[in-house]
């Protein structure tokens, strides 16, 4: 599974033209999974806006290439957060979701899962994404060992960014990571 975290524009503008292109090439459809903040969305008119909007990710997920899931409704770290201001964060960003496709997500697929913003998490924060959410990802550099998983709260996933060379990621696509990256039982 490949996810973005925030919603940045550039996975619509950069990103998904090279899925088509792997559609095309490969005759298989690539399905990425995009964990977006809904207060971030931007209107119509928010051309030079940093982060997705509403219609940029419904055609994604229209052609079958983003599979739209939550990050709370404005990144906000939920660990700090009290009860009530964490209940409308969960809420309010599956509800932000799931309107926006309402109309191509008959099944309600999107905002079913959660990812932790900054990974940060608790066990309220837990207990309330357990009660709106079927799963819940943390970012923990961590690669994920399906014979350990007990908890789906709690799924590592590995972080890429800047700060890994590009021998550090084609390592660990390999499977040639270092310790640090595998998780015991």
Known sequence: MISFDDGYKTVH?????????????????VKVVLFINPGNLTSKNSVNSAHLGCQELREGFKKGFYDIQSHGMNHKNLANLPRHQLVNELLKARTELRKCTQ???????VASHFAYPYGAYNKQVKYYVSKYYLSSYLYNDQILNYSCLKDYYKIPRLIVNRQKSTKQLIEIAQGMHPKKYQKKC
């Open 103 to 109: 109309d191509l997500d008959i099944e309600q697929t």
């Open 13 to 29: 503008t950069n990103l998904l033209p090279i899925l088509y292109k792997f559609e095309k090439k490969y005759g298989r459809k």
